[in-house]
């Protein structure tokens, strides 16, 4: 079945370490979300990419980038996790202009842990 | 900036009853978009159901309406004969309808919890 796919499920890395999540996908979505949810907290937008642009929301910190290699693929990099960025991080999909009529497709998310 | 409320954090009921989740948002907008997604425990977040804001009926999927109110700013989710699979987190969720730039943002959520 076509769906968002994010590896690993769960991520254990070390204060300041820098980590990688990622996610593939198999919707052909031209639109790519990575979300940070804390526990008992909305799910919050980090970014989003619209094909290969790139739309940073405004209070997501320098720390997290993301690149996006192709339509299929995007990955989130935490350059020097702190404590604070423990969370759930979901990966999302949608078809640009049908966000109205088509639900965004989430992934099973990974969890960070920080040590 | 939108912002959505959901002043429900948790909520119980009996297998079979019907609860209702309540969602308030504020916008300038005239035009958007309502949504409720589920977030059943360890699980992907789904889509429950949507709402146009131009469009005066409330959205219905089985068991799952809705009682959009525009003037107030408020989209609560009724579900009705409630079952365990509905024990889930559930999200409200706003969108403006931009294209290449379709963001949503979304409420605390309810926690909701089926007792059988």
């Known amino acids: 079945d076509a769906m968002v796919i994010q590896n690993p499920r769960y991520q254990v890395t070390q204060f300041g370490k820098p980590v990688t999540l990622s996610c593939s996908q198999t919707?052909?979505?031209?639109?790519m979300y990575w979300y940070q949810q804390k526990s008992s907290q909305a799910p919050k937008l980090l970014f989003h990419?619209?094909?290969?642009?790139?739309?940073n929301e405004a209070d997501t910190p320098d720390n997290f980038q993301s690149r996006r290699p192709n339509t299929s693929f995007c990955f989130l990099d935490i350059r020097s996790p702190g404590l604070g960025d423990a969370a759930m991080y979901l990966c999302?999909?949608?078809?640009?202009?049908?966000?109205?009529?088509?639900?965004?497709?989430f992934g099973d998310g990974t969890r960070l842990s920080i040590l | 900036a939108q912002t959505v409320t959901q002043s429900q954090p948790e909520m119980s009921v009996q297998e079979a009853e019907t609860v209702t989740l309540s969602c308030t948002y504020d916008t300038s907008e005239n035009n958007y978009y309502l949504f409720w997604y589920k977030q059943p425990p360890s699980r992907q977040m789904i889509l429950v159901i949507r709402?146009?804001?131009?469009?005066?009926q409330n959205a219905t999927e089985n068991r799952f309406s809705v009682n959009f109110q525009k003037a107030a700013k408020s989209f609560s989710l009724k579900i009705s004969d409630s079952q365990l699979g509905d024990t889930a987190m559930y999200f409200c969720?706003?969108?403006?309808?931009?294209?290449?730039?379709?963001?949503?943002?979304f409420g605390t959520g309810t926690r909701l919890t089926i007792i059988p």
């Open positions: 999302a999909t949608s078809r640009a202009g049908q966000l109205k009529d088509q639900p965004q497709h």
């Open positions: 990419y619209y094909d290969k642009d790139f739309n």
């Open positions: 969720a706003f969108m403006k309808p931009y294209e290449g730039n379709e963001k949503l943002t």
């Open positions: 919707l052909n979505h031209n639109v």
């Open positions: 709402q146009e804001a131009y469009k005066q």
